[in-house]
């Protein structure tokens, strides 16, 4: 049996694994050793619930979020009412179940780690 582990690996992204675009935004994947590293550029106006909505087929957003904005600001409002504005050196957590909508005149940058593949952005199946 032969067993190879991997010490060190990166990739640049630059020369993402994966592209996401769709109206007013666009994030970069590369994986790594099962784990996710994406970029995420949201331009002012851009909101979950018209923007993803139907190609998500989903009343909210349903998939977990792990990250920190470096630009621009977002505004999460969960299903519950409860409500946050990440601005940059921000990290923050969501649970799925939210909407979310740029709050800056800027772009918002958000980078993003999962161990699991990101799916968010793209059609139900």
Known sequence: MTETTTKAAKKSIEAPDE??????????????????????????????????KQTAQTES????????????????????GTELEVTPGDAAVVAPGHDAWVSSDVPC????????????????E
């Not at 957003?61 to 519950?80: A, K, N, W, Y």
Request: aromatic share 14%.
């Open 109 to 124: 940058v958000m980078w993003g780690i999962d161990g699991e593949d990101q799916d968010w952005g793209k059609p139900a």
């Open 61 to 80: 957003c349903e998939f977990p979020h792990r990250f920190f904005v470096t630009e621009g600001s977002l505004h999460v409002r969960m299903d519950d």
């Open 19 to 52: 592209v996401l675009d769709f109206t007013k935004g666009r994030v970069h994947i590369v994986t790594i050793g099962g784990v996710s590293f994406d970029r995420a550029v949201f331009e002012p106006g851009w909101r979950w619930s018209e923007h993803m």
